[in-house]
């Protein structure tokens, strides 16, 4: 062995000397808290669905769940409930009098299943998405009237023991308040609610019913009128379980109408769902408009206030927060409205904004 050799053998030898040392020490310090040794919660580990104590939803569009690997792995990942976006409607399973067509929702109740996630069925009865067949049926009272329960036992047997709650009537009432004059009122009268959700009941005693709706933050006008109508179902024996509040909403919207929206539905007893919550940034409809952090922060306090005043609840109401769609991608929002906008907690690129860290400061 020369010289160099030599040199270099022994400065190996007196490095491995010093980990053995360094590594002593690190054990002999015995006087460190073990506590502050263990690592911080990975951010590879941190859920939605993990870190929230109420279930956490998405409403989900089962085309981009059978081909957007990313989209499938985020909702695998955040979600412990979910809403069929549109498969579960009337015009995609019932698309004409004798035919029904369940391979999208099955698809979804499957892809739930295997990934032990809830879901909640949208919706039984709505006056949109409805068939042709259904807009131009030419019937008797009776008629209609077994159309529409044909239709409600025949959806919910579908997925009984499977989908564990309904949207049973969806949006019935008015932005002023009043009964909106939809065709099953034209037809039925004002009471068919009450009908729907005893056909729902008879079909599936073990599933929760919601009365769905929006606006509820708007303030005390549509509020008052929904939780009259969920009240007077309750006390009639109706087979109620709950009050789904949409909350598609906006970041001007003030915090004491969110907060009022959740607490006033929480006081008639039933359990709670925000069923559809989004947060426009662009309510206004500006072309130009860009995301901004500043608009992110604004968006992540106005979500905060939102899970803070849901948490608050009593916890045998807290039924869950679903979000409508999974990211600013393939929000409703932006096309709907034909505006750029960014409502979500994911952005495009399916990261976290600060909306999300905002939902987790909710229940700190
Ligand atoms: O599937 C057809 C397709 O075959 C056809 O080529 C295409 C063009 O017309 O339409 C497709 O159906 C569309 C459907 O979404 C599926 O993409 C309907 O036109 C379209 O109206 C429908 O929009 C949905 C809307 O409800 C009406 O059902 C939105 O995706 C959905 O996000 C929105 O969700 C509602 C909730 O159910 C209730 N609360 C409000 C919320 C937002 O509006």
Known sequence: MNRLQKISFASKIVFSMSLVCLSCAKYKSTSIDPGILIQPQKTEEIS??????????????????????????????????????????????????????WSDADYLVDFAVAN????????????????????????????????????????????????????????????????????????????????????????????????????????????????????????????????????????????????????????TGLKIHISEIDMALNPDNVQSMTYTTTLGEQQAGKYKTIVQAYNAIPKSQQFGITQWNVTDADSWIPSNYSRPDWPLPFDAQYQRKAAYQGILDGVK
């Open 116 to 267: 032990g996630k809830r879901v909640h069925g949208h919706t039984l009865n709505w006056y949109k998405s409805l068939p042709d067949w259904v807009n131009n049926f030419q019937g008797t009272t009776a008629e209609w009237e077994n159309l529409l329960k044909t239709h409600i036992q025949t959806v919910v047997g579908h997925f009984k023991g499977k989908v564990v709650s309904w949207d049973v009537v969806n949006e019935a009432i008015n932005d002023d308040g009043t009964i909106r004059n939809s065709i099953w009122v034209q037809k039925l009268g004002v009471d068919y609610i009450g009908r729907a959700f005893q056909y729902a009941h008879e079909a599936d005693p073990n599933a929760l019913l919601f009365y769905n709706d929006y606006g509820h933050e708007f303030g005390p006008t549509k509020r008052t009128a929904i939780l009259n109508l969920v009240t007077g179902l309750k006390n009639k024996g109706i087979p109620i379980d709950g009050i789904g509040i949409q909350m598609h909403t906006r970041v001007t919207q003030t915090d004491a109408n969110l907060t009022a929206a959740i607490s006033t539905a929480a006081a």
């Open 48 to 101: 939605l669905q993990k870190n929230m104590p109420f279930p956490m939803g998405a409403a989900v569009n089962v085309s981009l769940l059978k081909s957007n690997t990313n989209y499938r792995n985020l909702v695998i990942k955040e979600f412990n409930s979910l809403t069929a976006e549109n498969a579960m409607k009337f015009a995609s399973v019932h698309p004409s009098k004798d035919t029904y067509t």
